[in-house]
């Protein structure tokens, strides 16, 4: 798999697993799949079109998908366990995050803290996605939002191939 001149795939897996929630498995057990919205989201120059993305020069996919109608832009991350939003995407789109004690996660920015959240309605190209969970990290804690597994595990399909990732 080619990688960005200035990004190896060591550094790269080392760079997902980092931002990833790895050893967390969201309480709610997972999203669930609604009809898809009649309009797509637009995703600017993240993408071909909706669903293919390409990876960037710093050797990442990032899509633009609607969290509750809001456009977020997000870092594709397959391994991370849940959807999780900087508390800035979270604030924009309306997601408030749990009351329950929250947590600390040491991700690649240091350590930040943490609330469990639900997106009421995730929209990645034409799939909407109902009652996702997520993490809502605490400033400093992320650069970007990361579409993780409880969201990507609802799509038909994620395929790498060489420098496109195809999300069906």
């Not at 990833?20 to 709610?28: E, V």
């Not at 009351?99 to 920015?109: E, F, I, M, N, V």
């Not at 469990?116 to 997520?134: C, K, P, Q, V, Y």
């Amino acid at each position: 798999m080619p990688m960005a001149p200035s990004l190896s795939l060591k550094s790269f897996s080392l760079a997902v697993a980092a931002l990833g929630f790895t050893g967390i498995t969201p309480p709610g057990g997972g999203a669930r799949l609604t009809p898809p919205p009649a309009v797509p989201v637009p995703s600017g120059n993240d993408s071909i079109d909706p669903l293919t993305l390409t990876r960037s020069a710093d050797g990442l996919f990032y899509v633009t998908a609607a969290v509750n109608g809001v456009p977020v832009r997000f870092v594709v991350d397959t391994g991370a366990n849940v959807v999780v939003l900087t508390r800035a995407d979270a604030a924009a789109a309306g997601v408030t995050g749990s009351t329950a004690g929250g947590r600390a996660l040491r991700t690649a920015g240091g350590t930040a803290a943490m609330r469990w959240a639900t997106i009421e309605r995730l929209i990645i190209g034409d799939h909407a996605i109902a009652d996702a969970d997520a993490a809502i990290v605490g400033d400093g804690g992320l650069p970007h939002s990361l579409l993780g597994q409880s969201a990507l595990s609802r799509l038909e399909s994620v395929t790498l191939r060489g420098n496109r990732l195809h999300l069906r």
